[in-house]
Protein backbone atom coordinates (compact mmCIF):
# COMPACT_ATOMS: atom_id res chain seq x y z
CA UNK A 1 0.00 0.00 0.00
CA UNK A 2 1.31 3.28 -0.81
CA UNK A 3 0.79 5.72 2.22
CA UNK A 4 -0.66 8.80 1.59
CA UNK A 5 2.60 11.40 2.37
CA UNK A 6 4.34 9.34 -0.20
CA UNK A 7 1.15 9.96 -2.72
CA UNK A 8 1.09 13.64 -2.15
CA UNK A 9 4.90 13.78 -2.47
CA UNK A 10 4.56 11.93 -5.95
CA UNK A 11 2.02 14.44 -7.11
CA UNK A 12 3.59 16.91 -6.21
CA UNK A 13 6.92 16.07 -7.95
CA UNK A 14 4.35 15.69 -11.34
CA UNK A 15 3.10 19.16 -10.94
CA UNK A 16 6.74 20.62 -11.18
CA UNK A 17 7.38 20.96 -14.82
CA UNK A 18 9.29 18.38 -16.52
CA UNK A 19 10.23 20.66 -19.04
CA UNK A 20 12.10 23.00 -16.89
CA UNK A 21 15.75 23.59 -17.28
CA UNK A 22 17.94 24.84 -14.22
CA UNK A 23 21.16 23.68 -14.87
CA UNK A 24 23.65 26.13 -16.32
CA UNK A 25 25.73 23.80 -18.55
CA UNK A 26 22.39 22.68 -20.53
CA UNK A 27 21.72 26.08 -21.19
CA UNK A 28 21.88 26.15 -25.44
CA UNK A 29 24.24 28.38 -26.73
CA UNK A 30 22.74 31.88 -28.28
CA UNK A 31 23.22 35.04 -29.83
CA UNK A 32 21.29 37.53 -28.43
CA UNK A 33 20.53 40.26 -30.60
CA UNK A 34 21.92 43.68 -30.36
CA UNK A 35 20.58 46.85 -29.52
CA UNK A 36 23.11 49.46 -30.70
CA UNK A 37 22.71 47.51 -34.68
CA UNK A 38 19.20 49.41 -36.42
CA UNK A 39 16.87 47.31 -38.60
CA UNK A 40 19.27 48.98 -41.99
CA UNK A 41 21.93 47.89 -40.32
CA UNK A 42 23.23 51.12 -39.51
CA UNK A 43 25.25 51.14 -35.81
CA UNK A 44 23.81 54.19 -32.96
CA UNK A 45 26.22 55.68 -31.80
CA UNK A 46 24.59 58.89 -30.00
CA UNK A 47 21.67 59.30 -27.56
CA UNK A 48 19.51 61.47 -30.27
CA UNK A 49 19.92 58.56 -32.72
CA UNK A 50 18.89 55.95 -30.18
CA UNK A 51 16.06 58.13 -29.05
CA UNK A 52 14.66 58.43 -32.63
CA UNK A 53 15.47 55.89 -34.23
CA UNK A 54 16.66 52.79 -32.85
CA UNK A 55 14.00 52.83 -29.43
CA UNK A 56 10.84 53.54 -31.77
CA UNK A 57 11.80 50.59 -33.71
CA UNK A 58 12.84 48.30 -30.12
CA UNK A 59 9.15 49.59 -28.93
CA UNK A 60 7.47 48.46 -31.81
CA UNK A 61 8.95 44.97 -31.93
CA UNK A 62 8.19 44.62 -28.16
CA UNK A 63 4.57 45.64 -29.30
CA UNK A 64 4.08 43.70 -31.98
CA UNK A 65 5.84 40.37 -31.22
CA UNK A 66 5.19 40.11 -27.48
CA UNK A 67 2.85 42.21 -25.46
CA UNK A 68 0.75 43.64 -28.27
CA UNK A 69 -0.46 47.23 -28.77
CA UNK A 70 -2.89 49.21 -26.93
CA UNK A 71 -5.33 51.64 -27.65
CA UNK A 72 -4.12 55.41 -27.20
CA UNK A 73 -4.73 57.24 -24.28
CA UNK A 74 -8.21 58.57 -23.75
CA UNK A 75 -8.98 60.95 -22.35
CA UNK A 76 -9.66 59.71 -18.58
CA UNK A 77 -12.35 60.99 -15.74
CA UNK A 78 -12.15 60.38 -12.09
CA UNK A 79 -13.81 60.86 -8.92
CA UNK A 80 -12.43 61.49 -5.62
CA UNK A 81 -14.29 58.68 -3.63
CA UNK A 82 -13.02 59.45 -0.33
CA UNK A 83 -10.30 61.17 1.61
CA UNK A 84 -8.86 61.40 5.20
CA UNK A 85 -6.05 64.04 5.65
CA UNK A 86 -5.13 62.60 9.25
CA UNK A 87 -5.23 58.54 7.83
CA UNK A 88 -2.93 55.95 9.78
CA UNK A 89 -2.72 58.04 13.01
CA UNK A 90 -1.72 61.29 11.28
CA UNK A 91 1.11 60.09 9.16
CA UNK A 92 -0.43 60.12 6.08
CA UNK A 93 -3.51 61.85 3.68
CA UNK A 94 -5.38 59.28 2.06
CA UNK A 95 -7.09 59.33 -0.92
CA UNK A 96 -9.17 56.93 -2.93
CA UNK A 97 -10.38 58.22 -6.33
CA UNK A 98 -11.85 56.07 -9.23
CA UNK A 99 -10.83 56.74 -12.44
CA UNK A 100 -12.76 56.02 -15.37
CA UNK A 101 -10.58 54.25 -17.83
CA UNK A 102 -12.43 55.57 -21.15
CA UNK A 103 -13.63 59.12 -19.76
CA UNK A 104 -17.35 57.55 -19.39
CA UNK A 105 -18.69 57.18 -16.24
CA UNK A 106 -20.99 54.22 -16.77
CA UNK A 107 -17.79 52.95 -18.28
CA UNK A 108 -15.49 50.76 -16.89
CA UNK A 109 -13.06 51.90 -14.13
CA UNK A 110 -10.53 51.16 -11.49
CA UNK A 111 -9.94 52.20 -7.61
CA UNK A 112 -6.76 53.97 -6.80
CA UNK A 113 -5.83 53.64 -3.28
CA UNK A 114 -3.21 56.67 -2.46
CA UNK A 115 -0.98 57.31 0.77
CA UNK A 116 0.76 60.68 0.84
CA UNK A 117 3.28 61.77 3.72
CA UNK A 118 1.84 64.15 6.05
CA UNK A 119 5.36 66.04 6.96
CA UNK A 120 7.05 66.48 3.93
CA UNK A 121 6.27 69.32 1.17
CA UNK A 122 3.83 68.53 -1.39
CA UNK A 123 4.05 67.63 -3.87
CA UNK A 124 5.19 64.25 -3.02
CA UNK A 125 7.25 61.70 -5.05
CA UNK A 126 5.28 58.69 -5.22
CA UNK A 127 5.78 54.67 -5.50
CA UNK A 128 2.59 53.37 -7.39
CA UNK A 129 2.16 49.44 -7.95
CA UNK A 130 -0.43 46.69 -9.07
CA UNK A 131 -1.87 44.71 -6.57
CA UNK A 132 -2.79 41.06 -6.61
CA UNK A 133 -5.61 40.87 -4.23
CA UNK A 134 -7.56 44.11 -3.66
CA UNK A 135 -6.29 47.45 -2.27
CA UNK A 136 -7.78 46.60 0.86
CA UNK A 137 -5.07 43.49 1.06
CA UNK A 138 -1.86 45.78 1.32
CA UNK A 139 -2.71 47.66 4.33
CA UNK A 140 -4.46 46.66 7.94
CA UNK A 141 -6.32 50.23 7.35
CA UNK A 142 -10.07 49.26 7.78
CA UNK A 143 -11.57 52.51 5.62
CA UNK A 144 -9.71 50.59 2.43
CA UNK A 145 -12.47 49.80 -0.06
CA UNK A 146 -13.20 46.11 -1.00
CA UNK A 147 -12.52 46.03 -4.66
CA UNK A 148 -15.99 44.32 -6.25
CA UNK A 149 -14.37 43.13 -9.55
CA UNK A 150 -13.74 39.39 -10.15
CA UNK A 151 -10.56 38.27 -7.74
CA UNK A 152 -8.68 34.80 -7.80
CA UNK A 153 -9.64 32.16 -5.08
CA UNK A 154 -7.98 31.96 -1.81
CA UNK A 155 -9.27 29.90 1.21
CA UNK A 156 -6.31 30.76 3.10
CA UNK A 157 -7.37 34.78 2.22
CA UNK A 158 -10.94 34.28 2.67
CA UNK A 159 -11.69 34.87 -0.74
CA UNK A 160 -14.34 32.63 -2.42
CA UNK A 161 -16.43 32.69 -5.33
CA UNK A 162 -14.26 35.37 -7.07
CA UNK A 163 -15.21 38.25 -4.40
CA UNK A 164 -12.61 39.88 -1.58
CA UNK A 165 -14.25 39.83 1.67
CA UNK A 166 -13.34 41.65 4.81
CA UNK A 167 -11.49 38.69 5.80
CA UNK A 168 -8.46 39.33 3.61
CA UNK A 169 -7.78 42.85 4.54
CA UNK A 170 -4.17 43.94 5.44
CA UNK A 171 -2.93 40.00 4.24
CA UNK A 172 -0.45 41.28 1.93
CA UNK A 173 0.56 44.62 4.49
CA UNK A 174 4.29 42.65 4.34
CA UNK A 175 4.60 43.28 0.84
CA UNK A 176 3.54 47.18 1.26
CA UNK A 177 5.63 48.60 3.86
CA UNK A 178 3.86 51.56 3.80
CA UNK A 179 4.14 53.54 6.98
CA UNK A 180 7.78 53.13 6.21
CA UNK A 181 7.72 54.46 2.56
CA UNK A 182 5.94 57.48 4.42
CA UNK A 183 8.54 57.78 6.40
CA UNK A 184 10.83 58.10 3.96
CA UNK A 185 8.59 60.96 2.35
CA UNK A 186 7.31 59.22 -0.83
CA UNK A 187 3.69 58.64 -1.50
CA UNK A 188 2.05 55.31 -2.24
CA UNK A 189 -0.89 54.46 -4.74
CA UNK A 190 -1.91 51.06 -5.49
CA UNK A 191 -4.29 49.59 -7.56
CA UNK A 192 -5.71 45.83 -7.79
CA UNK A 193 -4.74 44.70 -11.52
CA UNK A 194 -8.35 43.04 -12.09
CA UNK A 195 -10.37 46.41 -11.65
CA UNK A 196 -8.39 46.75 -14.84
CA UNK A 197 -8.30 43.33 -16.51
CA UNK A 198 -9.16 40.20 -14.39
CA UNK A 199 -6.68 37.51 -14.67
CA UNK A 200 -8.83 34.44 -15.63
CA UNK A 201 -7.43 32.17 -18.24
CA UNK A 202 -8.24 32.73 -21.75
CA UNK A 203 -10.46 35.30 -21.03
CA UNK A 204 -11.01 38.48 -23.43
CA UNK A 205 -14.72 39.31 -23.03
CA UNK A 206 -14.62 40.99 -19.96
CA UNK A 207 -12.21 43.41 -18.36
CA UNK A 208 -11.41 46.69 -20.30
CA UNK A 209 -10.44 44.96 -23.66
CA UNK A 210 -14.19 44.13 -25.42
CA UNK A 211 -14.51 48.29 -24.48
CA UNK A 212 -12.08 48.22 -27.35
CA UNK A 213 -12.89 45.84 -29.84
CA UNK A 214 -14.21 47.26 -33.25
CA UNK A 215 -17.79 45.59 -34.53
CA UNK A 216 -17.83 41.72 -34.09
CA UNK A 217 -14.71 41.66 -32.57
CA UNK A 218 -14.19 38.65 -30.13
CA UNK A 219 -10.64 38.26 -29.41
CA UNK A 220 -7.60 40.73 -29.57
CA UNK A 221 -5.92 40.76 -32.99
CA UNK A 222 -2.46 38.73 -33.12
CA UNK A 223 -0.88 41.79 -32.14
CA UNK A 224 -2.98 43.82 -29.77
CA UNK A 225 -2.71 44.05 -26.30
CA UNK A 226 -2.70 40.62 -23.72
CA UNK A 227 -3.08 41.64 -20.15
CA UNK A 228 0.22 42.23 -19.29
CA UNK A 229 -0.14 45.04 -21.86
CA UNK A 230 -3.64 45.52 -20.22
CA UNK A 231 -2.27 46.45 -16.70
CA UNK A 232 0.76 48.39 -18.33
CA UNK A 233 -2.06 50.64 -19.97
CA UNK A 234 -3.78 50.91 -16.35
CA UNK A 235 -0.51 52.14 -14.93
CA UNK A 236 -1.07 54.99 -17.61
CA UNK A 237 -4.38 55.68 -16.63
CA UNK A 238 -3.27 56.06 -13.03
CA UNK A 239 -0.83 58.37 -13.98
CA UNK A 240 -3.02 60.72 -16.40
CA UNK A 241 -4.78 61.05 -12.82
CA UNK A 242 -1.67 62.10 -10.81
CA UNK A 243 -0.75 64.24 -13.33
CA UNK A 244 -4.28 66.01 -12.29
CA UNK A 245 -3.57 65.95 -8.62
CA UNK A 246 -1.31 68.40 -7.25
CA UNK A 247 -0.27 66.74 -4.49
CA UNK A 248 1.64 64.41 -6.49
CA UNK A 249 5.12 64.86 -7.98
CA UNK A 250 4.02 63.57 -11.52
CA UNK A 251 7.79 64.19 -13.05
CA UNK A 252 8.37 61.76 -9.62
CA UNK A 253 6.92 58.56 -9.53
CA UNK A 254 8.09 55.16 -9.54
CA UNK A 255 6.72 52.35 -10.95
CA UNK A 256 6.78 49.31 -9.15
CA UNK A 257 5.83 45.73 -9.77
CA UNK A 258 6.14 42.34 -8.42
CA UNK A 259 6.13 39.37 -10.81
CA UNK A 260 3.74 39.19 -13.70
CA UNK A 261 3.14 42.72 -12.17
CA UNK A 262 6.69 42.89 -12.16
CA UNK A 263 6.81 42.17 -16.34
CA UNK A 264 4.02 44.72 -16.24
CA UNK A 265 5.85 47.29 -14.67
CA UNK A 266 8.53 47.10 -16.69
CA UNK A 267 6.22 47.43 -20.01
CA UNK A 268 4.53 50.48 -18.21
CA UNK A 269 7.90 52.10 -17.87
CA UNK A 270 8.98 51.33 -21.62
CA UNK A 271 5.79 52.33 -22.66
CA UNK A 272 5.00 55.49 -20.50
CA UNK A 273 8.43 57.57 -20.07
CA UNK A 274 6.79 59.59 -17.59
CA UNK A 275 7.09 56.91 -15.50
CA UNK A 276 10.57 58.56 -13.78
CA UNK A 277 12.12 55.53 -12.05
CA UNK A 278 10.84 51.66 -13.30
CA UNK A 279 11.63 48.66 -10.43
CA UNK A 280 10.93 45.04 -11.53
CA UNK A 281 10.86 42.68 -8.45
CA UNK A 282 11.38 39.23 -9.15
CA UNK A 283 9.75 39.34 -12.79
CA UNK A 284 11.03 36.69 -14.57
CA UNK A 285 10.18 34.88 -17.97
CA UNK A 286 8.84 38.30 -20.45
CA UNK A 287 9.99 40.42 -17.53
CA UNK A 288 13.93 40.99 -16.49
CA UNK A 289 15.14 37.41 -17.62
CA UNK A 290 17.09 36.93 -21.22
CA UNK A 291 14.56 34.40 -23.29
CA UNK A 292 17.00 32.67 -25.36
CA UNK A 293 18.07 31.02 -21.55
CA UNK A 294 15.49 29.24 -21.66
CA UNK A 295 16.05 28.51 -17.71
CA UNK A 296 13.16 27.47 -15.71
CA UNK A 297 9.96 29.21 -17.29
CA UNK A 298 10.33 29.03 -20.61
CA UNK A 299 8.13 31.06 -23.44
CA UNK A 300 6.74 28.09 -24.16
CA UNK A 301 5.64 26.97 -20.59
CA UNK A 302 4.25 30.79 -19.84
CA UNK A 303 2.68 31.11 -22.95
CA UNK A 304 0.65 27.41 -22.07
CA UNK A 305 -0.01 28.01 -18.62
CA UNK A 306 -1.18 31.92 -19.25
CA UNK A 307 -1.91 32.28 -22.62
CA UNK A 308 -3.62 35.58 -21.92
CA UNK A 309 -1.06 37.30 -20.71
CA UNK A 310 0.96 38.25 -24.02
CA UNK A 311 -0.37 38.86 -27.25
CA UNK A 312 -1.14 36.03 -29.78
CA UNK A 313 2.63 36.79 -31.94
CA UNK A 314 4.59 35.66 -28.95
CA UNK A 315 3.18 32.19 -29.51
CA UNK A 316 5.39 32.03 -32.33
CA UNK A 317 7.97 32.00 -29.94
CA UNK A 318 7.61 28.98 -28.01
CA UNK A 319 10.34 26.48 -28.45
CA UNK A 320 11.82 28.71 -30.67
CA UNK A 321 13.03 31.66 -28.76
CA UNK A 322 16.39 32.85 -31.25
CA UNK A 323 13.30 33.70 -33.80
CA UNK A 324 12.57 36.53 -31.37
CA UNK A 325 13.64 39.86 -33.05
CA UNK A 326 14.03 41.10 -29.40
CA UNK A 327 15.60 39.72 -26.21
CA UNK A 328 14.54 41.19 -22.57
CA UNK A 329 17.71 43.00 -22.24
CA UNK A 330 15.88 45.47 -24.90
CA UNK A 331 13.04 45.77 -22.65
CA UNK A 332 15.28 47.14 -19.75
CA UNK A 333 17.29 49.12 -22.35
CA UNK A 334 13.75 50.94 -23.66
CA UNK A 335 14.15 52.62 -19.88
CA UNK A 336 17.22 54.97 -20.65
CA UNK A 337 18.18 57.06 -19.54
CA UNK A 338 16.30 56.68 -16.53
CA UNK A 339 16.92 54.64 -13.53
CA UNK A 340 15.78 51.26 -13.56
CA UNK A 341 16.47 48.37 -10.47
CA UNK A 342 15.90 44.88 -11.44
CA UNK A 343 16.03 42.48 -8.58
CA UNK A 344 16.24 38.25 -7.49
CA UNK A 345 15.47 36.21 -5.10
CA UNK A 346 18.13 33.73 -4.42
CA UNK A 347 15.49 30.50 -4.10
CA UNK A 348 13.32 32.17 -7.61
CA UNK A 349 14.68 29.98 -9.88
CA UNK A 350 11.64 29.67 -11.92
CA UNK A 351 12.51 33.61 -12.65
CA UNK A 352 16.02 32.63 -13.51
CA UNK A 353 18.09 35.09 -11.29
CA UNK A 354 21.10 35.08 -13.58
CA UNK A 355 18.95 35.76 -17.06
CA UNK A 356 17.48 38.65 -15.08
CA UNK A 357 20.79 40.07 -13.89
CA UNK A 358 21.90 39.32 -17.67
CA UNK A 359 19.57 41.74 -18.76
CA UNK A 360 20.05 44.01 -16.58
CA UNK A 361 23.69 44.17 -17.70
CA UNK A 362 23.46 44.15 -21.63
CA UNK A 363 20.73 46.99 -21.27
CA UNK A 364 24.41 49.02 -20.62
CA UNK A 365 25.62 50.05 -23.59
CA UNK A 366 22.40 51.94 -24.40
CA UNK A 367 22.79 53.33 -20.74
CA UNK A 368 26.70 54.87 -22.01
CA UNK A 369 25.01 56.18 -24.88
CA UNK A 370 23.83 58.68 -22.55
CA UNK A 371 27.18 58.92 -20.63
CA UNK A 372 25.76 57.15 -17.41
CA UNK A 373 26.59 54.49 -15.55
CA UNK A 374 24.94 51.27 -16.06
CA UNK A 375 25.37 48.56 -13.83
CA UNK A 376 28.69 48.61 -12.06
CA UNK A 377 29.35 45.01 -12.20
CA UNK A 378 30.71 42.56 -14.24
CA UNK A 379 30.02 39.66 -12.66
CA UNK A 380 26.66 38.40 -10.65
CA UNK A 381 26.69 40.33 -7.45
CA UNK A 382 26.55 38.10 -4.45
CA UNK A 383 23.59 37.29 -2.50
CA UNK A 384 22.97 40.46 -0.54
CA UNK A 385 25.17 42.91 -2.10
CA UNK A 386 23.06 45.16 -4.34
CA UNK A 387 25.04 46.61 -7.29
CA UNK A 388 23.98 49.88 -8.17
CA UNK A 389 24.92 52.87 -11.42
CA UNK A 390 21.25 53.97 -13.29
CA UNK A 391 20.91 50.45 -13.36
CA UNK A 392 20.31 48.46 -9.95
CA UNK A 393 20.58 45.00 -9.18
CA UNK A 394 20.22 42.79 -6.09
CA UNK A 395 19.59 38.85 -5.50
CA UNK A 396 18.70 38.50 -1.84
CA UNK A 397 18.52 35.17 0.10
CA UNK A 398 14.46 33.54 0.12
CA UNK A 399 12.14 33.02 -1.87
CA UNK A 400 9.95 34.33 -4.98
CA UNK A 401 8.22 37.31 -3.08
CA UNK A 402 8.61 41.29 -1.96
CA UNK A 403 10.36 42.18 1.62
CA UNK A 404 11.57 44.64 3.69
CA UNK A 405 15.15 43.88 2.14
CA UNK A 406 13.57 44.84 -1.65
CA UNK A 407 12.02 47.96 -0.37
CA UNK A 408 14.79 49.10 1.44
CA UNK A 409 17.01 48.85 -1.80
CA UNK A 410 14.02 50.45 -3.63
CA UNK A 411 13.50 53.48 -1.42
CA UNK A 412 18.11 54.27 -1.40
CA UNK A 413 17.47 53.46 -5.37
CA UNK A 414 14.77 56.23 -5.18
CA UNK A 415 16.85 58.56 -2.77
CA UNK A 416 19.89 58.36 -4.61
CA UNK A 417 18.30 59.39 -8.21
CA UNK A 418 15.99 62.01 -7.08
CA UNK A 419 18.87 63.76 -5.13
CA UNK A 420 21.31 63.88 -8.25
CA UNK A 421 18.69 65.53 -10.20
CA UNK A 422 17.99 67.97 -7.26
CA UNK A 423 14.26 66.25 -7.38
CA UNK A 424 14.51 65.40 -3.34
C1 LIG B 1 3.86 32.04 -12.18
C2 LIG B 1 4.39 32.37 -13.54
C3 LIG B 1 5.40 33.51 -13.50
C4 LIG B 1 4.85 34.69 -12.75
C5 LIG B 1 4.32 34.26 -11.41
C6 LIG B 1 3.57 35.33 -10.63
O1 LIG B 1 4.87 31.48 -11.41
O2 LIG B 1 4.92 31.20 -14.09
O3 LIG B 1 5.74 33.91 -14.81
O4 LIG B 1 5.82 35.69 -12.61
O5 LIG B 1 3.37 33.21 -11.58
O6 LIG B 1 3.13 36.31 -11.19
O7 LIG B 1 3.37 35.12 -9.44
Known sequence: MIKLSTLILL?????????????????????????????????????????HKRRPEILALFEKQVYGKAPDAPVIAY???ESDARALGGLATRKQVRVY???????????????????????????????????????????VFITKSWVRNNKEFGIVDHRATEASRGVRA?????RRILRQGYGLATIYYGDIDPDDE????????PWFYKKGQTHPAPDEWGSIAAWAWGLSRAMDYFEADDDIANERVIVMGHSRLGKTSLWAGATDKRFAIVISNNSGCGGAALSRR?????????????????????????????????DQHELIALMAPRPVYVASAEEDRWADPRGEFLSAKYAEPVYQLFG?????????????????????????????????????????????HLHEKGMK
Open 11 to 51: LAVAAIPQDANYDEAKIPAFVLPDPLICSDGAKVTDSQTWM
Open 79 to 81: DLL
Open 101 to 143: LIGDKKGPFMDVLIYLPNKTQRPAPLFVGLNFYGNHTTIDDPA
Open 174 to 178: SRWPI
Open 202 to 209: GRFDNGIH
Open 294 to 326: RFGETVKRINTSFPHWFCDNFKKYNDNEEALPV
Open 372 to 416: LQGLPSDEMPEVGKPAVGTIGYHIRSGAHDVTLYDWRQYLRFADR
